[in-house]
């Protein structure tokens, strides 16, 4: 089978058709719905390990990509993304809530749940908190989204935050209120209570009442002191041994 000869591209990453030794089409130039066709790709720089002829295309829009050949030809990739994105955004314009603090918490809630990159993830996904349908289907975003509103409404101040009211479970309207960020981090695990005359408050709550230094309270607490002795308002306090 003799191959017409194709210039190189100056792309390092394309290889010439006539070195190539498996069979492609010869698709260089055309184009398709945004993309153009630039060359063969060195499998290399297909991270994917599925099989099939790997292509760069350029977009429209300046970008370009590296696609499946077949997955151009029956259009399940029409674009570098930008299509993709202008969708979401204009989707997400439609709402006309895009920008509010309620939209800024649901989207931040979907990346410590099922963003890998976000510097929570782990301590999420660790404990399977996941986020109810009726919230987070990454199919329907924008209902997602207006579903949550409905259900929750605006931020009520602007230092609120989502707060699950049992710490082990999900996100799920039931399950979740607006509070502060002191009533927040008071539900979180390491949250240390003590209990003086019947009255229990969190750590920092008690450093709130007495004045003392946090750290104070809650390394007192976590040697086992007793809570006369934990909340003593005296820095050099030890406690009494009873014998
Ligand atoms: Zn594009």
Redesign the pocket.
Known sequence: MIRQYKVPTSDPRVIPLCLLHWRSKDVSGEKYS?LTAVGVVHKKYVSSKTRGNFWLFK?????EVIVRLTDVFTGKQS?????RREVTRDRMQTHGKSQTDAYKTWSCMIRRCYDPRHPDYKNYAERDILICDHWYNPLQLEQSFLNFYNDMGDRPFKSSQIDRIDNDKGYFPENCRWSTPKQNSNNTRRTVFVTLNGVTRSVSEWADITGMPIQRIRCRANLGWAAEDVLNTNEGHRPIRKQ
Do not use: E, I, N
């Open positions: 945004r977009c429209t829009c300046g970008g674009s570098c993304g930008c299509r």
